[in-house]
């Protein structure tokens, strides 16, 4: 089993930016590939950036290229994602998402673990 949380979230005034914070619990940590999904309010939840096990290959959804950098640290069990330049619909609770695959993946289904979510609330 993998625990997840999140932080990091808050409120920022549009074209600031956010770092957020995902701590996984165990051992295994650098096995899992992970990522992070967002959900916006009457929206279904969506992808936005993925990382492999090492760290060396990454993938973001298009609305964040540029924008948003996703990096992890094994050492530290931690996945972090940074924003800038944020926007009002960014607005989102982000989740990360761990699953036991090495390759980075983009389908909701490809994940095992998920954290409870932190909210991100851009001011315009």
């Known amino acids: 089993q993998v625990q997840l949380v999140e932080s990091g979230g808050g409120l920022v005034q549009a074209g600031g930016s956010l770092s957020l914070s995902c701590v996984a619990s165990?051992?295994?940590?650098?096995?899992?590939?992970m990522g992070w999904f967002r959900q916006a309010p009457g929206k279904e939840r969506e992808f936005v950036a993925s990382?492999?096990?090492?760290?060396?290959?990454?993938l973001y959804a298009d609305s964040v290229k540029g924008r948003f950098t996703i990096t992890r640290d094994n050492a530290k069990n931690t996945m972090y994602l940074q924003t800038a330049n944020l926007k009002s619909e960014d607005t989102a609770v982000y989740y990360c998402?761990?699953?036991?695959?090495?390759?980075?993946?983009?389908?909701?289904?490809?994940?095992?673990?998920w954290g409870q979510g932190i909210q991100v609330t851009v001011s315009s």
């Open positions: 998402a761990a699953h036991r695959r090495r390759f980075t993946a983009t389908e909701q289904s490809d994940y095992d673990y």
């Open positions: 165990g051992r295994t940590f650098s096995s899992y590939a």
């Open positions: 990382i492999n096990w090492s760290g060396d290959t990454v």
